[in-house]
């Protein structure tokens, strides 16, 4: 008679294996669990044991696959009264809870799969099971370990918004600056957003906030004032530029519109060519673009406040940070053009929090790197119908490092 046994394969406390049966055309086994009489049953809702079995009942629950074997396992379990809880209770099993059926280490599985970066529609084909399962196996598992915000050691943040969906629907994302860590993501990107983050950080976190790195949304800027007095807002040169660009593009096309037929042709297509820094354009390219700023001052004007915009983000001294800032405007004053006022009157109203960057040499280009990833996860997923999980697998892929002194 064969000594060998498939016990050792449920090593579960209360439970014994009584039969097994395995079909060669299904791929599948079945395993009988009966209660193991020298445990008396617990209560799953306290832990009690109890004095008194009400009834028996069976429910089938699937397990983790046994090489390419699917695992079903048939449990007799017990129904208890429970003087604790004053009624009938199901008893305690250690490998799966009483609403459940699917055992723990299945959820395991499927939640490392997740991890490892499988959609959960493949995690779902992979272990034949509904994709709503296998949500809420990872969801679980993520709640876990990152449903709860934290906020040790927070000094520097970054904060920026990201696309989830078409239609203008945002997220924000604050990172811990120093550290790489997304710290907590939230729907939309108004007030009451950034609110609900500020709010539940302890007072002493907030207090040792001393740099915060955002662009010129005045949401994110008026809770930073509010909530982190001793913070101190540092502008991100990328979205200035990214604005004046825009504002070079609409001069561009102005100028344009109002060339002759030569300085139409010189001008089509030029549009990446102010765009695009002098260091990335090809030979051929600068020569092209020293021909357009030759023919007309004004975008000769605007390509050069350009290049002095990005030179400012340059100055660790806040006094030549403020005669350059000082100089752009001035120009931008004296071209006339009204776009150039009004950016001009833009970055004198927010001064001082692109001159704040000589003091903490912060942005949110790392934060903007760190959404390419985001979309990489998005893409993953097919999109996220549920942003609270999105920002889990978020979380989960930015845990940061060990900040340096």
Same mark, same amino acid.
């Given at each position: 008679?064969?000594?060998?046994?498939?016990?050792?394969?449920?090593? +579960? =406390?209360?439970?014994?294996?009584? !039969?097994?049966?395995?079909?060669?055309?299904?791929?599948?086994?079945?395993?009988?669990?009966?209660?193991?009489?020298?445990?008396?049953?617990?209560?799953?809702?306290?832990?009690?044991?109890?004095?008194?079995?009400?009834?028996?009942?069976?429910?089938?629950? =699937?397990?983790?696959?046994? #090489?390419?074997?699917?695992?079903?396992?048939?449990?007799?379990?017990?129904?208890?009264?429970?003087?604790?809880?004053?009624?009938?209770?199901?008893?305690?099993?250690?490998?799966?809870?009483?609403?459940?059926?699917? #055992?723990?280490?299945?959820?395991? !599985?499927?939640?490392?799969?997740?991890?490892?970066?499988?959609? $959960?529609?493949?995690?779902?084909?992979?272990?034949?099971?509904?994709?709503?399962?296998?949500?809420?196996?990872?969801?679980?598992?993520?709640?876990?370990? %990152?449903?709860?915000?934290?906020?040790?050691?927070?000094?520097?943040?970054?904060?920026?918004?990201?696309?989830?969906?078409?239609?203008?629907?945002?997220?924000?994302?604050?990172?811990? !600056?120093?550290?790489?860590?997304?710290? +907590?993501?939230?729907?939309?990107?108004?007030?009451? #957003?950034? &609110?609900? %983050?500020?709010?539940?950080?302890?007072? @002493?976190?907030?207090?040792? $906030?001393?740099?915060?790195? $955002?662009?010129?949304?005045?949401?994110?800027?008026?809770?930073?004032?509010?909530?982190?007095? /001793?913070?101190?807002?540092?502008?991100?040169? %990328?979205?200035?530029?990214?604005?004046?660009?825009?504002?070079?593009?609409?001069?561009?096309?102005?100028?344009?519109?109002?060339? &002759?037929? @030569?300085?139409?042709? #010189?001008?089509?297509?030029?549009?990446?060519?102010?765009?695009? /820094? +002098?260091?990335?354009?090809?030979?051929?390219? *600068?020569?092209?673009?020293?021909?357009?700023?030759?023919?007309? @001052?004004?975008?000769?004007?605007?390509?050069?406040?350009?290049?002095?915009?990005?030179?400012? +983000?340059?100055?660790?001294?806040?006094?030549?940070?403020?005669?350059?800032?000082?100089?752009?405007?001035?120009?931008?004053?004296?071209?006339?053009?009204?776009?150039?006022?009004?950016?001009?009157?833009?970055?004198? *109203?927010?001064?001082?929090?692109?001159?704040?960057?000589?003091?903490?040499?912060?942005?949110?280009?790392?934060?903007?790197?760190? /959404?390419?990833?985001?979309?990489?996860?998005?893409?993953?997923?097919?999109?996220?119908?549920?942003?609270?999980?999105?920002?889990? *697998?978020?979380?989960?892929? %930015?845990?940061?490092?060990? @900040?340096? /002194?």
């Amino acid at each position: 008679m064969s000594g060998l046994s498939i016990a050792p394969f449920f090593p +579960w =406390r209360r439970m014994k294996v009584t !039969y097994q049966s395995v079909s060669q055309d299904s791929r599948s086994a079945l395993v009988r669990l009966e209660p193991d009489q020298r445990y008396r049953p617990c209560c799953h809702a306290c832990g009690r044991p109890a004095q008194t079995v009400h009834s028996a009942t069976r429910k089938f629950v =699937r397990d983790q696959s046994l #090489t390419d074997f699917s695992v079903l396992l048939q449990i007799e379990y017990r129904k208890i009264w429970c003087g604790r809880c004053g009624g009938v209770r199901v008893e305690q099993l250690e490998f799966v809870d009483a609403h459940q059926r699917d #055992t723990h280490r299945l959820a395991a !599985y499927a939640s490392e799969l997740c991890r490892a970066g499988l959609s $959960i529609t493949a995690v779902a084909d992979h272990l034949d099971l509904d994709p709503k399962t296998i949500k809420t196996f990872d969801k679980a598992a993520l709640e876990s370990q %990152f449903g709860k915000t934290d906020y040790t050691g927070l000094r520097r943040l970054a904060i920026d918004e990201i696309a989830v969906k078409k239609g203008h629907s945002y997220m924000t994302v604050v990172l811990d !600056y120093d550290t790489g860590r997304v710290v +907590w993501m939230g729907e939309g990107r108004q007030i009451a #957003t950034l &609110d609900d %983050f500020f709010r539940k950080m302890p007072p @002493a976190v907030r207090k040792a $906030i001393c740099a915060v790195a $955002i662009d010129m949304w005045e949401p994110y800027i008026h809770c930073v004032k509010h909530w982190c007095k /001793n913070a101190d807002i540092v502008f991100d040169l %990328f979205h200035v530029v990214k604005a004046f660009n825009k504002v070079i593009d609409d001069i561009r096309n102005e100028e344009f519109r109002k060339s &002759d037929a @030569a300085g139409r042709t #010189t001008l089509k297509g030029s549009k990446y060519l102010f765009l695009k /820094n +002098w260091g990335n354009l090809r030979y051929e390219q *600068r020569v092209r673009l020293d021909d357009i700023l030759a023919m007309n @001052a004004r975008l000769s004007t605007v390509y050069w406040l350009k290049d002095l915009l990005a030179h400012l +983000w340059s100055y660790q001294r806040v006094g030549w940070a403020r005669a350059t800032l000082s100089q752009w405007c001035d120009v931008a004053r004296q071209d006339g053009h009204p776009a150039l006022v009004r950016f001009a009157r833009m970055l004198e *109203r927010h001064e001082e929090g692109i001159l704040n960057h000589c003091k903490h040499a912060i942005h949110t280009s790392r934060l903007e790197g760190d /959404n390419n990833k985001i979309k990489v996860i998005k893409r993953i997923a097919y999109g996220f119908h549920d942003p609270d999980c999105f920002a889990l *697998r978020v979380k989960q892929a %930015f845990p940061g490092r060990i @900040a340096s /002194n």
